[in-house]
């Protein structure tokens, strides 16, 4: 049953992640900028004052520039570090903190760790994606990490992927493990979609 599954999750990343490659960096300096201006509207408009986010990698969305003036704002944001057991720790924004490669080659900051349980507090949750169909179905990177955390959670808070404006697909493959998300944050717009 998985296979076809798998096989359609795998092309589909491929072709996404090789046009997220061909993108020029004036475009993604440009959708970093209109990133922070959708999530500092969401989290004013939600009352956020503990949140997860993530540092982006090269050819993401930016989330940097928002994290950044989140802090400013007096935000607490959660950071996730990945395990080599498929379970995410977290650790607290801080500006001052040196960013090095994690697991599988993602930027993740050099802090006191928290436990897995630490995202239970947030107010929302703002991960990453690499397209979200209009059901809310996000496919991710193949590895898991947030589809456990989620399908964990007893309380889940609102949940936003982050992805350009050509991820927000009519429909993307679906396994039983993935979990939903409330809604997408986009260069230019703020979605909330329903299943």
Known sequence: MGDGIDDAKRALRADLRERRQQ???????????GIREQLDALVTQLGVQTMS????????????????????????????????????????????????????GVPEPIS????????????????PAAAVDRHGTRLGWGRGYFDKTLGSMEHRPPVYAVIFDSELLDDVPRDLHDQPVTGVVTPTRTVTLTR
């Open 112 to 127: 006191d760790v928290l436990s897995p349980l630490a995202v239970d507090e947030v107010d929302v949750m703002v991960i």
């Open 23 to 33: 993108r020029s960096e004036q475009a993604n300096e440009a959708a970093a900028s």
């Open 53 to 104: 986010c993530y540092l982006s990698t090269t050819i993401e969305p930016g989330t940097r520039e928002f994290i950044a003036g989140a802090l400013e704002r007096g935000i607490r944001v959660l950071l996730p570090l990945t395990r080599t057991d498929g379970l995410l720790d977290w650790t607290v924004a801080d500006p001052d903190a040196e960013v090095v490669e994690g697991v599988f």
